[in-house]
């Protein structure tokens, strides 16, 4: 079977939606300014490219119409470059990712360009029209059981008192502003609308300032708005190609796609996605949890990461070494391209060899992707 | 006379920053500038602070949060050159003259020629402002002088000098009125113009007299509050409000510009108290408190007002005294006539001010009617002084001085007996200074329904309601119940008033001269209806006003409302049914039937559906419409002003906001005849909703807020039933066509359901006892 490499990562900088920098770009031209830049950088001929797939959990309105197409036009790829939106909620853009690895060993394509985007200001989380169905509705509440809610089932289930989410989040508020304070955030952020900068990292974040915060679901619960990934605008973009093709055109490998896996679990507690669907993905790569030298595991809630983390047996040291989604921001469809991106970027950084890339999905799912060196 | 398009205000304190959210309020931009403050890193700081504080303050100086981008703010040491292009540059600096004067020594050289500059000094006279300032600059300058807040005062008192030129004085007015909704009282240039000079004394008066004849402030706020129609904040509760240390200093200021035979001299101006107060920090509400202050000591929190004898704070009060009885039956007049302290008080107090209001004219006021204008836009009198003394009798009054021993002032003399105001014919005459009368007239473009009141009968009349003839073709439907509440009565009325109309008018205009358009449906009847389990009633009285509103909608003329003060509920939902609005600037308008544990039953959710389902930037499918109505109507939004009705979409963008609410009727009238030219009643709105599938996003939405303790059980109750109505109900599907009928039906079928509900039924209750809403 091929090997499938990731072999360039470019995103925008993310912005809170409804009141940051990015409020006003519309999210297709967001992804395109991001992968127009990405095809620059990389060098790769986008003649060559099979499939644009663009993830997206709400493909509608602007990112409606089969956004990835329209995406395809804006970003001046070649003609022959197919499009595709894709929807697995926060794990839309890794499973884009996980699509174009399947369609390249299965030799459907060479290179493929996985991109993912959300506006969350310009296209509201549960979309213009929600229309649940109501027989579901009455037989399976937690069917359209809301997020917040999910975290403090979590939080309940693994009995993770609020002061321990606090100092989560405080960690990666600090790792965040960090690695922004060192500059090493540019090689992957790609000015859009002259917004080169992360606008929903807050350096001051301090456990303190945290506990003095109301819940932000629950009057009686633990979750606030400070220990949970904001509503976030942003676009991210990976390229993805078979080892060969990569090599014989010289293009920047960053990392190796070893396994991938999807799962599903409860959902109304579907923060807990990642420990199974990362077991899978473990396994199929012949790997133990000890193996792994960094992981990057997307903060929905630190609820619902601190109980990944403790199920996982993961060693906090290694996760999300830039900071993670609480403190960046977490724009739904466009997480799943940025941390895959981030974790083989930060394989080579590092010099490390092995990462787990996972997320919880909405309606309980989790998602997980291994990387390793090349 | 060149229209005033731009604008500067300088001095970025509360008063100035005021005016210039107020100018932006008009839609006017305007400049901000301030000092820079000694070190600042940021040199706008001051003005743009000032700015950034308005957004957030409660009650708001914006009546919408965008028109804070109309002002510009800057400093005067770099920004001088930005009033080049004002029309009209306001002074509102500090209260001295030498800073002010060396302020228009800086304008004289970058401002254009022809603008006006006007101080908004309350203690400075005008011709000290402009002594060794070049003619030009006299001629250009005026006193403007706002009262605060200056979005909701609607006083402004203007001076001017033998010197200004009249156009400036008449662009200034003209500004003003039209675009600020200013009453713009004449002064002359003497101290504390007309209103505060008055109302000092009248608080001076009340805070020395109440200590002398041993009254509490509770005692002393009760006789001075509503028995002359003076806010019952009477005179201590208004100085808490309005800052203690204002007092001394303005006090201070008058006495010494005043001659030794003003009535200011003769007074007691012991405020050793006061003085006290201050300097432990007793400022009023900004501050500790002042004679009253609520005291939160042991985690309570306790209403205590201070013991004007001793200096000490004790639990509040209430006011019980023969005199304040005796004034329930014979108003001010039987107050004033009472033995007891508490018509002593009034005597020593009301017939002092009210004296020295007729001392003021001439001399710092040419008519007597400017004098009740000023007391009662600028202390919010329902009388001015005049008009109280003539219902008090000028001849009794004259008696009342007599004992009290204060002397009888020339004007009093003059009207020997006769009252300052009579009515001859249609016309309204005022008594002048020499003895005559002389007919008052109302500012060009002012029509006001109370002189149309004078002079004919009403077309139609019911205990609620009365229909009139306002001239050219339009017809005023005016609500009569206390607080203009709506009832059969009200229904029975415009029922009545339609084919009136229609056979003999081109248009209608709705419109009141209460403090409120309407506060909505009589909650009393429906109670009383509830208790005795009168459902029938209710249901035919919900059933009667859809029929109404609906026969006023489709009825062959234009029908204009034109709300002022507060438009709620069945209020809203008139207001809603009009062809068209013309709105006085100051609407507070929503519809607010949740919060007693109802839903909009007389077609205000269907208007609500309707509104925003024509709306062109709404996102499309059949749950936006639905989602936003909802979101107004289940929390009770209430518009804090007819601009910001319209992002509720309780106005359309294309109905009209007028400033001054003198100019409200006319206005009105002139949109009414303006569409009566080609009138087409509306086509009926149809509806397609989403059915149980939006309902079910609705309650999915409203168990969140539940669980977040942001609604209560009932709440929940009543949320459900509101989507229920607006999702269409059980029948309806995106693939169905629903008729207004239907909606209408089903706002009836949840209305009659809710208001069997024990926990509704609870809530109206607690409103009408505390005028609270209850959060069952």
């Not at chain 1, 200001?121 to 979309?127: A, F, S």
């Not at chain 1, 609480?326 to 950084?349: D, E, Q």
């Not at chain 2, 959710?605 to 289940?634: D, H, Y």
Request: aromatic share 6%; proline share 5%.
């Amino acid at each position: 079977m091929k090997n499938v490499v990731i072999a360039g990562y470019a995103r925008s900088a993310f912005h809170p939606a409804g009141k940051g920098a990015l409020t006003k770009v519309r999210p297709d031209d967001m992804t395109a300014q991001v992968l127009r830049t990405l095809v620059e950088r990389t060098g790769v001929d986008t003649a060559d490219v099979e499939d644009l797939i663009v993830g997206c959990a709400f493909p509608e309105g602007e990112q409606g119409l089969n956004v990835a197409r329209l995406i395809g036009f804006l970003a001046d790829l070649s003609l022959n470059v197919a499009g595709v939106t894709v929807n697995r909620f926060c794990g839309s853009s890794m499973q884009a990712v996980h699509q174009a690895a399947g369609a390249i060993q299965m030799d459907a394509g060479e290179a493929f360009l996985c991109a993912g985007v959300e506006s969350m200001t310009r296209v509201p989380i549960m979309g213009f029209n929600p229309l649940p169905n109501p027989g579901l509705y009455k037989a399976m509440p937690q069917a359209y059981v809301s997020m917040g809610d999910t975290a403090e089932n979590v939080a309940r289930k693994y009995q993770i008192p609020r002061a321990d989410q606090e100092a989560f989040a405080v960690e990666s508020h600090r790792k965040a502003a960090k690695a922004q304070a060192e500059g090493r955030f540019e090689a992957e952020i790609v000015p859009v609308g002259g917004v080169a900068q992360d606008g929903c990292i807050r350096p001051d974040t301090t456990a303190e300032s945290l506990a003095g915060l109301k819940p932000a679901f629950d009057a009686a619960g633990t979750v606030t708005a400070g220990t949970s990934s904001p509503l976030t605008d942003g676009a991210a973009a990976v390229l993805v190609c078979s080892e060969d093709y990569a090599k014989a055109r010289g293009l920047p490998v960053l990392a190796r796609i070893r396994s991938v896996a999807v799962s599903g679990c409860s959902p109304d507690v579907m923060g807990l996605g990642p420990i199974l669907s990362s077991q899978k993905a473990l396994k199929r790569a012949g790997l133990s949890v000890a193996d792994i030298d960094l992981v990057e595991l997307n903060e929905a809630f630190a609820a619902q990461a601190l109980a990944c983390i403790r199920d996982l047996g993961l060693d906090q040291d290694k996760i999300n070494l830039d900071g993670g989604a609480i403190a960046l921001g977490h724009p739904l469809g466009a997480t799943g391209a940025r941390i895959v991106g981030k974790a083989a970027a930060l394989l080579k950084r590092e010099g490390k060899q092995f990462a787990l890339v996972t997320q919880c999905i909405g309606g309980g799912q989790g998602i997980a992707t291994v990387l390793e060196a090349v | 006379m060149t229209a005033i398009q731009k604008v500067a205000v300088i001095g970025a304190g509360v008063m100035g920053a005021g005016i210039a959210a107020h100018v932006a309020n008009a839609g006017i931009p305007v400049v901000l500038l301030d000092i820079v403050p000694e070190g600042a890193a940021y040199r706008n700081v001051v003005a743009e602070t000032a700015v950034q504080k308005m957004l957030k303050a409660d009650p708001a100086p914006f009546m919408h949060k965008r028109n804070a981008k109309l002002i510009q703010t800057g400093n005067i040491e770099d920004h001088l050159d930005l009033l080049a292009d004002c029309d009209w540059i306001v002074e509102a600096v500090i209260e001295r003259l030498d800073v002010k004067q060396s302020l228009y020594r800086k304008l004289e050289a970058v401002r254009k020629a022809g603008s006006v500059v006007s101080s908004n000094t309350s203690t400075i006279p005008l011709e000290m402002l402009t002594g060794g300032l070049s003619d030009a600059f006299k001629r250009d300058f005026c006193i403007t002088h706002f009262f605060n807040p200056p979005r909701y005062m609607r006083l402004l008192e203007l001076v001017t000098s033998p010197q200004t030129r009249p156009e400036a004085a008449q662009a200034v007015t003209a500004f003003c009125d039209h675009r600020l909704g200013k009453s713009v009282v004449v002064c002359k240039d003497r101290p504390g113009f007309i209103a505060n000079r008055l109302g000092i004394l009248w608080l001076l008066a009340g805070v020395t007299e109440a200590r002398r004849l041993g009254l509490t402030v509770e005692e002393a706020d009760a006789v001075i509050g509503r028995p002359f129609g003076i806010p019952k904040t009477g005179v201590f509760a208004l100085i808490d409000l309005v800052g203690l240390d204002l007092m001394p200093h303005v006090l201070g200021s008058m006495v010494k510009a005043l001659p030794e035979t003003d009535a200011f001299h003769q007074i007691d101006r012991d405020l050793s108290l006061v003085e006290k107060m201050i300097a432990e920090g007793y400022t009023g509400r900004k501050g500790k408190g002042g004679f009253y202050r609520i005291n939160k000591a042991g985690g309570g929190k306790v209403k205590e007002a201070i013991d004007l004898q001793t200096g000490d704070y004790r639990p509040t009060q209430k006011a019980q005294l023969e005199s304040l009885d005796a004034a329930k039956a014979g108003g001010a007049a039987a107050l004033l006539a009472h033995a007891d302290k508490g018509g002593r008080y009034a005597r020593a107090v009301m017939a002092r001010t009210l004296a020295y209001a007729a001392a003021l004219v001439p001399e710092a006021a040419d008519e007597v009617a400017a004098v009740d204008e000023a007391m009662r836009l600028g202390y919010n009198w329902k009388q001015g002084p005049f008009e109280l003394i003539d219902k008090i009798g000028t001849e009794r009054f004259v008696q009342v001085l007599k004992t009290e021993g204060i002397p009888v002032p020339a004007l009093l003399e003059t009207a020997a007996g006769r009252p300052f105001y009579r009515i001859d014919g249609a016309t309204r005459e005022q008594l002048g200074p020499d003895g005559q009368y002389h007919a008052m007239r109302r500012p060009d473009g002012v029509v006001m329904l109370e002189d149309v009141k004078r002079t004919v009968k009403p077309l139609v009349k019911t205990a609620s309601a009365s229909l009139w003839d306002i001239g050219d073709g339009v017809a005023c439907l005016e609500f009569t119940a206390k607080m203009n509440a709506l009832d059969p009565e009200v229904l029975k009325g415009i029922a009545k008033s339609i084919p009136v109309v229609q056979s003999g008018f081109k248009a209608l205009v709705i419109y009141n001269e209460g403090s409120n358009f309407s506060v909505g449906a009589n909650l009393g009847l429906a109670l009383f209806a509830a208790n005795i389990a009168a459902w029938s009633q209710i249901e035919e009285l919900v059933e009667k006003g859809q029929e109404v509103y609906k026969a006023l909608k489709y009825a062959p003329f234009p029908v204009v409302a034109a709300p002022s003060g507060m438009a709620l509920g069945g209020g809203c939902e008139i207001v809603l049914h009009a062809d068209a609005v013309q709105a006085h600037a100051e609407t507070y308008i929503g519809l607010v039937e949740t919060g007693v544990g109802l839903i909009p039953g007389w077609g205000g959710c269907k208007e609500m559906l309707a509104r925003w389902q024509a709306n062109p930037k709404a996102p499309k499918g059949p749950m936006p419409t639905v989602g936003k109505a909802f979101e107004t109507i289940s929390v009770a939004t209430v518009a804090k002003s007819a601009a910001e009705a319209m992002d509720h979409g309780f106005l359309r963008p294309t109905d009209g906001i007028t400033m001054n609410r003198y100019r409200l009727l006319a206005d009105a009238k002139a949109r009414a005849l303006a569409m009566a030219e080609s009138y087409q009643p509306p086509q009926p709105a149809t509806f397609r909703l989403p059915g149980e599938t939006g309902r079910v996003a609705l309650e999915m939405a409203v168990k969140g807020f539940r669980k977040l303790g942001k609604a209560t059980p009932h709440d929940e109750v009543v949320a459900g039933k509101l989507a229920y109505v607006l999702s269409g109900g059980d029948a309806a599907d995106v693939t169905v066509e629903l008729t207004e009928d239907d909606v209408l039906a089903l706002e009836r079928e949840a209305f009659n359901d809710l208001v069997r509900h024990p926990d509704t039924l609870a809530r109206v209750e607690h409103m009408l006892v505390t005028g609270k809403p209850l959060r069952n």
